[in-house]
């Protein structure tokens, strides 16, 4: 009998592939390439917290922001200005399906994540009294080891990387520093939503009052 992980995985992975494509082979996230697969994080918040739930498989094929936060980066405020900005956008393009999930990577956590739970517990309680600083309506997390996310080919000498995709497909990809994380890095980084139509654009000012 298949093992409920390994069922989930193949649910995750089922619609990454259509039927008579050929999986890419190569790891690591490239523009232009299927996502790497399923992701197996410790959720922090959200429906499935507390649970080794895989956030592309409730995703789908929606559009879909994906950030990969360095464990000790999380306290900068180019970084927790990046969180505001995604939890503004999910409010914004609420219409357009846009989703949007953070894995904090944990590179203190050897091996997978599932087989250590002390410092999956130590590490999550610093990374809630964090989120819950935030004060986020929509945004979600989730903790992983750098063997969880290994396959995604995430540079450790970033303290960011955001992965824009849709359909299973990636889009866009970007990797800073606390330093190269700028309030133009970011704005850029929305802009591409809607120049790869991933949303529709919205209006950035008010509507005029009708005349009495």
Not at 7 to 16: M, V
């Amino acid at each position: 009998m298949i093992s409920t992980a390994i069922f989930s995985a193949l649910l995750c992975l089922a619609p990454c592939q259509a039927a008579g494509e050929v999986p890419t082979p190569s790891l690591g996230v490239k523009v232009g390439n299927r996502i790497p697969g399923p992701l197996f994080p410790y959720n922090l918040t959200g429906a499935r917290e507390t649970s080794y739930a895989c956030p592309i498989t409730a995703i789908e094929d929606n559009p879909c922001v994906l950030v990969f936060v360095q464990s000790g980066e999380e306290g900068s405020d180019s970084v927790k200005k990046l969180m505001m900005d995604l939890d503004n956008a999910l409010t914004r393009y609420k219409r357009d399906n846009l989703r949007a999930f953070v894995i904090v990577v944990d590179a203190k956590i050897e091996g997978t994540i599932h087989q250590k739970d002390d410092e999956r517990n130590a590490s999550a309680e610093k990374l809630k009294a964090w989120i819950g600083g935030l004060m986020l309506k929509s945004l979600n997390f989730g903790l992983d080891s750098a063997s969880g996310v290994k396959p995604w080919g995430i540079p450790s000498d970033k303290a960011v990387t955001a992965v824009l995709y849709q359909n299973y497909k990636v889009l866009g990809l970007h990797s800073w520093t606390p330093a190269e994380l700028t309030d133009e890095k970011v704005g850029t980084l929305m802009g591409e939503l809607v120049a790869k139509k991933m949303v529709q654009p919205r209006r950035n000012t008010p509507l005029p009052l009708p005349r009495p």
